[in-house]
């Protein structure tokens, strides 16, 4: 069994807290590893860090931060199999889906490395006589970033790229269920160059993730996680004077109107639904049945369920990996218990699959005739169960999302581009497909959802990432001849 440390001044720290979480092989359901949960001092010895090394990394040069951030991208894309590997054996999910993972993180580095064009501010010449007036982007200093489980390579780099990139220095606290591929990273910077300090990683629970919200030397934090957590970071941070971007949970809609393609639709369903287990922010949980579309579409899915392979990443036949946890995955199927009594009708049910003896494992369920006030309607699953809500008009349809306190990610499968243009406008969610299941943005646009998935005004990374880890700095001058230099106690006019 292994023992996951710190990471602090460019070095592995080993936790004194006396406090140990367990870090699980999903895919056995054995403990592997654990991991140090960290104290308060353990979170102030990080902020010391990353505050000692602030002065100096705002201060380099834009280019060398760039050149950093060129090698950083290129070590880890040749160590892609290893993070991979890791990622794998600590959440579960099967090496394609890690592979991918990681594909969509290091997009983001490769936007960070880009940083010299991001940070260019602006500048009017004579605003009046003899003055100008520019505006810079400067860091915010030491700013921290709290990531869930589920993406433990993607999400921390959503957040530091751009972080590390703006000057700033980065406290990094992973989800303690998956917390070495932090660790791969932090070595990964190290060998880059990145001066010590400037990227840092303590592990920990909610007495880390407190301190964090409460210590005065970090100027801002960001988090991804599940929305009772994210509603409480952005009260807490904000409360104590941080800026925060807080990013929570999901429940993503799939409308599939009459006029779609009946076998895109259901393949789109299948994989957007049931990839990673279920286990994305940017799942399909809901398949919106329009019209008549709704028999053959049930069929079509359920025809396509039997070729889900569900087994452990070592296996290469695999599609699907287990759930994070035991308690996960039995919660999951609780939702399978319960739907036949609040009146839905379970058509697959996950718990009767073939499945391996052990590990944390749920086959794909899929659930009809579910309606709004339903707990498997309501409630953010996060695992392989996707419900279908039959309606009668694209109008209901339509209704049906903007009712739903999550507004994260929704796509609509159709053929009609009349229909789609109206769904972009009419949609109260942040991020649409249009024959697209899962609309992550590339790194280059900002993701965001709207409503109870998302906490602040803030979007995470692109341009956004940039507004979010710098501040503005808006310069009037003036290089005035001294003989026309006078006192003037009228308040400046620009005529
Ligand atoms: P989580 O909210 O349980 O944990 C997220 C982070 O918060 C972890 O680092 C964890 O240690 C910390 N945390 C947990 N409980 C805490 C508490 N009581 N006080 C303080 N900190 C606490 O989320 P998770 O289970 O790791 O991840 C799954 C959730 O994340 C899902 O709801 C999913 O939708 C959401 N998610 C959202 C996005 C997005 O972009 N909107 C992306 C990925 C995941």
New binding site residues.
Partial sequence: MYTIDHWISGARVRSTSGRMGPVFQPATGEQQGQVGLASVEEIDAAVSAASEAFASWRSSSLSSRADILFRFRQIVDSRRDEIVQLISSEHGKVPSDAAGELARGIENIEFACGIPQMLKGSYSEQVSGGVDVYSLRQPLGVVAG??????PAM?PMWMFANAIACGNTFVL?????DPSTSMLIAEMFAEAGLPEGVFNVVH???VA??RILEHPGISAVS?????P??R??YSTGTANGKRVQA????KNHMVVLPDADIDMAADAAVSAGYGSAGE??MAISVVVAVGDVADPLVEAIKARLPQVKVGPGTDPEAMMGPLITGEHRDKVASYLEGAPNEGARVIVDGRDADLPDKGFFLGVSLVDEVKPGMRVYDD?I?GPVLSVVRVDTYEDAVRLINDHPYG?GTAIFTRDGGAARAFQFDIQVGMVGINVPIPVPVSYYS?G?WKA??FGDAN?YGPAGVDFYTRTKTVTSRWPDPATSKVDLGFPQTK
């Fill in positions: 709290i990531t869930p489980f589920n993406f999400v606290k992973p989800s303690e269920k920990g629970d909610k993730v407190d988090f991804v996680g599940s929305t957590i994210a409480y970071i990013l929570g949970g999901a994305r922010c953010e996060f994260n993701f959802g998935s998302l995470m």
